[in-house]
């Protein structure tokens, strides 16, 4: 294999909570390292550490990648290959199931495993079917969340000979999604952040959310990603929406749109720290996207 970047922050992260009998659920944007994190620089971890290969059950139910045999998108037949595999009571078995929202009722094969003591589970799902908010509900508790997030500059940089301001300048225009590491011209990068926004984070919030008015959704991005780091106020989208761009809406479904938006890891939400008392209750916030390359491909 290639050299990869090491991922030690959120490798870290894996490894303390490691046998720790609560199911790790890795969440985060699409397209930001979640499986290669779980499926290639953990299970190295776990190998180099001696578990023995037999001992890491992988499984990705990605249709197009899925290499084991059987239609284990069935939760009868999941359960039966998992159970198999797992062939001694005395010792650790590691269980990885990336795309896991594609099995019906997964939750239950997950707990059903969880609860064995000699098996340590780590999940991975999409941003259409499996959210933050959705892990205390599946999970009744048991649940541990990693949130990862696009490469950081230090991650960037890991194996590059570039002076250190060209790869400055690359990563505050196109950010730190890994596959843009493949891609060597500005026309490739554009495109396929182009494409993730139209092709994938819109229509899976569209999607889990039954959203019916995308031109609204589309508009509340824009106005976002071209307020970054400013105080962003509910009622004045909803003037500039009506205004502006002649979508009217009412401020409780722009609210709603954005905590889809957050939901969908593609946005953070901050409040000040020194508000007291009836001021918590004003919805005035900054918010900030989860990846600087995004913001600039949705502005142009």
Sequence with gaps: MKDYVRRDYYLDKLVVRKDNQLVKIITGPRRSGKSFLMSTIFKNYLLDHGVPPAN???????IEDNQTPGKLTDRDELKEFLYSKILSENQQYYVFLDEI?????????????????NVDVYITGSNSKFLSNDINTLFRGRGD?????????RE???????????????YYTYGGLPALRQMH????????????????????VIE?????????????????????????????????????????????TVA????????AF???????????????????????????GLRNARLN
């Design 185 to 204: 011209t500005a026309e490739q990068k554009n495109s396929y952040l182009q494409r993730l926004w139209q092709k994938t984070y819109i229509d899976d």
């Design 208 to 252: 889990r959310h039954h959203v019916e008015n995308r031109e609204a959704l589309e508009a509340i991005i824009d106005v976002l990603c071209s307020n970054i780091g400013s105080l962003t106020n509910i009622t004045r989208i909803t003037n500039t929406l009506a205004s502006v761009s002649k979508i009217r809406i009412s401020d409780d």
């Design 266 to 292: 593609l946005f953070k939400s901050s409040k000040r720290y020194n508000i007291k008392g009836h001021r918590y209750l004003e919805n005035i916030k900054k918010y900030y996207s989860v990846d600087v």
């Design 156 to 170: 960037f940089c890991q194996g590059r000979k570039e002076p250190i301001s060209e790869l400055w300048k690359e």
């Design 145 to 153: 969340e990693i949130n990862v997030l696009p490469f950081s500059f």
């Design 56 to 62: 890491i059950i992988s499984i990705s139910f990605d």
């Design 101 to 117: 929202q594609e099995v019906k009722d997964f939750e239950k094969i997950v707990n059903g495993l969880n609860n064995r003591p």
């Design 256 to 263: 709603k749109y954005i905590q889809y938006l957050e939901d």
